[in-house]
């Protein structure tokens, strides 16, 4: 019965209560919001953020300048419905060269400012950084504890679920949230976003995605549920072809003579497998090859557009069943120096080798004209 769909109000119904109950008990988490109406996962912080901060409060980014799409929510890009134009400060603090938090920094800013939320970034977004581990955020946040235990504690856990044993809620994070149609929907999930927390926080989310003393009670699942639990239940499966996709890209570029972050051998705490290329051409040839080989629009060729939410062109291969999952085989990047390919995701190990090899002989092809 938990796979009925609901239409119109989606009062009482029992499989999204479930769903989220599940995911809640899966991030060691009080509570959980799993909907569908969130478009994406930017959608889902926004939420948190608008739901958590009020005018005269502040947002400290600890992991350096958030993704892009973030960059109009919070105001570094001008937006008139920004949070800085309600009235929300925000700062923020870099990473240290080795791609650390820079915990002596944080810690003497919360000592003599007020921050009311704090922001992680846990993905390497499109930025040449490693990803954070989750050792790295507990223990960031074992640190700012001894200052304030009051402060919110938030995650962007996007492309990070089920690549390591723990997720930032088991180590501290007050919340934390990400895309249905990234690792945790298993390739299934047709859209929607996941917010897992404390209960008090999670209740100000829900009412901020529908309204005030609506909150969590409203948002029909249309025909959603088993979606969103089967591709729950193949998720670490899915994820580990997209592990073991990158980590062939990693070492085919690296014997190329190109820059790879990460590693083929190092640590990893999400999917994202950047590959620093140099030039313009080469990048644009290398995501092509990526949508060439694509199960799903191999017949189309991606050009750089303006994207919303981007400053820069960005161009976007994504052969995908789910219009733009990245948990299946995609690869994109902004138009900007040094020009980096971020690919991600492969439902199948098989499929993804392919299209990576595929794409690096588009590339070498017109290097050796």
Known sequence: MHFTKTTGYGYDDAGREVIEKIY???????DS????QFVN?????ATVLKALLMPGDELLAISGKPYDTLCEVIGITENKLSLKNYGVKYN???LTEDGNFDIPKITKYIESNKVKLIHIQRSKGYALRKSLYIDDIKEVIEAIRKIDKTVYIMVDNCYGEFVE?????DVGADIACGSLIKNIGGGLCQTGAYIVGKK????LCAQTLTCPGIGKECGATLDQNRNILQGLFTAPAITKNALKASVFASRLLEILGFEVYPKYNEKRSDIIQAIKLNNEELLVKFIQGIQSASPVDSNVTP????????????IMAAGTFIDGASIEL???????EPYVAYMQGGLTYESAKIAICVAVDKMLGDMHK
């Open 303 to 314: 050009y750089p557009w303006n994207m919303p939410g981007y400053s820069d062109k960005v």
């Open 24 to 30: 809640a008990r899966i991030f060691n988490a009080e």
């Open 33 to 36: 919001l799993v909907r569908v």
């Open 330 to 336: 995609s690869a994109d990047s902004p138009i900007r």
């Open 92 to 94: 923020q603090i870099e």
């Open 165 to 169: 044993k723990l997720e930032p809620t």
């Open 41 to 45: 996962g930017t959608h889902a912080i």
């Open 200 to 203: 008090d926080l999670i209740d």
